[in-house]
């Protein structure tokens, strides 16, 4: 009766009681209003009760089973896959709600509801596009999150994107990358009208002009075959790294699109063909860490490859290369073949390391088991701010109110990202001041033009591990192509190419 009384209130007769005959509700948000979170709008035009989506968790537990008991918490979404590789960049982004709510916001603590996308057959049949649209959808139009962190691809933060274009719902994802998502919404953003479509890692213009650098002055190659996978990511960097690497036309550079596992093994043949003839580089391009691996586990079989370099970009870097141990890719390592690109991670500068230590004590995995843990924890944290500013200077919370304070964030006084200076940040929101904020991922200089932000880009290897894997990833240099460099000067190591046996000291 409660539930029928509220819902007068409001000016909707609807009621799942059936106390009252209903006037039909409009939709989810007029349920939400009257009921509470999670509250729905039936085809029969009653209300219902909320229903707990087995897609979704949350911290503080119980925010999915009875949404409308956490209605004083400030709400984010999370979309990534349960488990595997993207573990950590959902630990990143748990972390920074657990360290906000040692303060909170004038007494009022946040939520965050994680939700999976991947492919479950048993659980509802939906592909890993389908759920990130099925999902996107229940955060916003079931749950009313105005801000979200994640996907971690770009074809999937493109689908998120779209789905949550009508509900004015921010969405800053950790590691999607595709040059291609930049004009999605809009070109011109303004702090009138600012994107709702946020990246704390930098886009793949400069990581392919990166991988082109680190292949044409420190690996010496002269031809280059691109295995990547269909997509904004795949295609966008594929296409970045071509133009780079074949500018002059004295290098030649092959593109092996796939879009199916029997797509990948037809591009691994072709390029075996091409290996035959004298190739120096295979870029393996995927999202999905499932296919390096199987690509080199097949390439290690094939003699064709025996003088082949292998390089990979931000989305192979991933301990499940190292998982488990003795297959046949570990032949790539122990010869010391394979070289990567990573959005560059400040590691040993004091907002990375107080990040890690504290994520260290929070969660079993390692942060640099990805190379986007970091950013992940960022992402999470400027929706954090955004919600701050919105609360203090704008009339409601909403996507747009969030994304306005993100435009806050990149000029004025100085703030590590983190609870210490959580205090701080609020202070100057409430007297309407703007902060620039030194991430864990690195500084996040948003270009007000673009609303994204630039780094170098880190070159990798892979070495003899001390710790529980039989390998880990080393920084061996970075790149820093940007319009304004000065982090790294891309100087090789020194140390011969990959592939050279030549120890002569000359």
């Known amino acids: 009766m409660r ?27 007029s349920c939400r209003a009257a009921f509470g979170r999670g509250w729905t709008c039936a085809v029969d035009g009653r209300c219902e009760e909320p229903v707990p989506e087995p897609r979704c968790t949350s911290v503080p537990e119980g925010i999915v089973q009875d949404p409308a008991a956490f209605e004083d ?20 982004g748990r972390l920074a709600v657990l360290n906000v ?5 004038d007494g009022r603590l946040f939520g965050i509801v994680e939700c999976s996308n991947d492919a479950n057959v048993g659980l509802d049949g939906l592909d890993e596009n389908a759920a990130t649209a099925y999902v996107a959808n229940y955060l ?43 004009p999605l919404d809009g070109t011109t953003p303004s702090d009138a009208e600012p994107g709702l479509l946020w990246r704390t890692a930098p886009p793949d213009d400069l990581q392919g002009r990166a991988i082109a650098a680190e292949m044409i002055q420190n690996l010496e190659a002269e031809s280059a075959a691109v295995v990547h996978q269909t997509g904004a990511y795949g295609a966008g960097l594929a296409a970045v790294f071509v133009e780079q690497f074949t ?80 297959q046949p890719r570990e032949i790539f390592f122990q010869q010391d073949r394979i070289r990567g690109t990573v959005p560059k991670t400040p590691v040993g500068r004091q907002v990375y390391e107080t990040f890690a230590a504290n994520y260290n004590l929070v969660f079993p995995d390692n942060p640099d088991d990805f190379g986007f843990t970091a950013h992940a924890y960022d992402a999470a944290w400027i929706l954090l701010y955004g ?8 009339e409601a919370i909403t996507g747009t109110a969030i994304a306005r304070g993100l435009r806050r964030l990149s000029a004025g006084q100085e703030v590590r990202v983190g609870p210490a200076e959580w205090n701080l940040v609020k202070g100057q929101f409430e007297a309407g001041q703007s902060v ?3 991430g864990a991922s690195g500084a996040l200089d948003f270009d007000p033009g673009t609303e994204e932000t630039a780094a170098p880009v880190d070159v990798w290897r892979i070495v003899p591990s001390v710790g529980d894997d ?34 002569s000291a000359d």
Request: glycine letters at 10%.
């Open 436 to 438: 620039n904020i030194d």
């Open 247 to 326: 500018e002059g036309g004295t290098r030649t550079a092959t593109q092996h699109p796939f879009t199916s596992t029997a797509d990948l093994a037809t591009a691994l043949t072709e390029v075996s063909v091409a290996a035959a003839a004298g190739l120096d580089q295979v870029l393996i391009i995927s999202s999905n860490p499932a296919d390096v691996i199987s690509f080199l586990d097949v390439a290690a079989t094939d003699s064709n490859y025996d003088d082949v370099g292998i390089f990979l970009p931000d989305g192979g870097r991933t301990a499940e290369l190292f998982r488990p141990t003795g």
């Open 140 to 182: 916003a139009d079931v749950l009313g999150v105005h801000a979200v962190v994640g996907p971690a691809t770009s074809t999937r933060t493109e689908i998120a994107f779209d789905t949550l274009s009508p509900f004015d719902v921010v969405l800053a994802s950790p590691s999607a990358t595709s040059p291609g998502l930049t």
């Open 470 to 503: 039989p390998w880990e990833f080393e920084n061996t240099h970075c790149w820093d192509l940007s319009d304004d460099p000065g982090e790294c000067d891309g100087e090789p190591p020194e140390e011969d190419p990959p592939g050279d046996d030549d120890d």
């Open 3 to 29: 539930a029928c009384i509220a819902v007068l209130a409001a000016g909707l007769m609807g009621c799942t009681a059936n106390v009252l005959q209903p006037d039909p509700c409009v939709d989810n948000s």
């Open 387 to 394: 919600t701050a500013w919105a609360y203090y200077q704008e």
């Open 101 to 105: 709510n040692d303060h909170g916001l």
């Open 73 to 92: 918490r400030f709400l984010l979404g999370m979309i990534f896959p349960p488990g595997g590789v993207f573990q950590p960049m959902i630990h990143g």
